[in-house]
């Protein structure tokens, strides 16, 4: 869900070093994200060790960073916000974990795409009204609507106005399809495995 916010800070910051810190279980995903010079990976089995943690602080302020973007706003991306050295830190007001930011934003608890939120989480830095093709959510929910701006149906329009027709709702409900789909086939699967076992 990182991937247009990536894409919107690459094109903004063209010649700058940006890196990711993820845990280790996204770290494979990312390692293929084009829009990165790096993925600093965070082990979450290592993390209680006092010297591992001492260890990503290191990692994460020798690379000297002029700027540190919090998408997440929990305490462990928090804690790695306020050690990383970075001269600006931006993250959500969170009542305890806003005092380790010093570029505070409201966070809007409005339902919506996750894309969505780390682009709008975007503009505050002047980064704004960026759409993108892989950020159709026609494509993946096959709804037809229709688009305010050029008055078709089902089609590739990528303008916020008509992906803003496309609910989380909606969204979800195609999740749950899949997932019932993907429950059933497994199911088969197996039932036709312990079928030809039994042969």
């Not at 894409?7 to 990711?20: C, E, H, Q, T």
């Not at 600093?40 to 591992?52: A, G, Q, T």
């Not at 993250?91 to 969505?116: C, S, V």
């Not at 939120?117 to 709804?143: E, H």
Request: one cysteine or more.
């Amino acid at each position: 869900m990182c991937t247009p916010a990536l894409r919107a800070l690459r094109s903004r910051y063209k010649d700058s070093y940006i890196a990711f810190l993820t845990e280790k279980e996204s770290s494979d995903l990312l390692s293929l994200n084009p829009y990165l010079n790096e993925v600093i990976v965070l082990d979450r089995e290592r993390y209680r060790s006092p010297l591992y943690s001492v260890k990503k602080t290191w990692e994460v302020r020798k690379s000297s960073f002029d700027l540190v973007i919090d998408f997440f706003g929990n305490p462990r991306s928090a804690y790695f916000s306020c050690l990383s050295g970075a001269k600006h830190r931006l993250g959500y007001d969170h009542p305890l974990r806003k005092y380790f930011y010093n570029m505070i934003i409201k966070e809007d608890k409005t339902p919506k795409y996750a894309a969505q939120s780390r682009l709008d989480f975007l503009k505050n830095l002047g980064i704004g009204n960026w759409t993108y093709p892989d950020f159709s959510r026609q494509k993946f929910v096959k709804k037809e609507v229709d688009c305010p701006d050029c008055e078709k149906i089902k089609h590739s329009c990528t303008k916020l106005s008509c992906l803003d027709l496309i609910t989380v709702e909606d969204v979800q409900k195609t999740f749950t399809e899949l997932l019932s789909q993907l429950k059933e086939k497994t199911k088969l699967e197996k039932l036709e495995h312990i079928a030809v076992d039994q042969r």
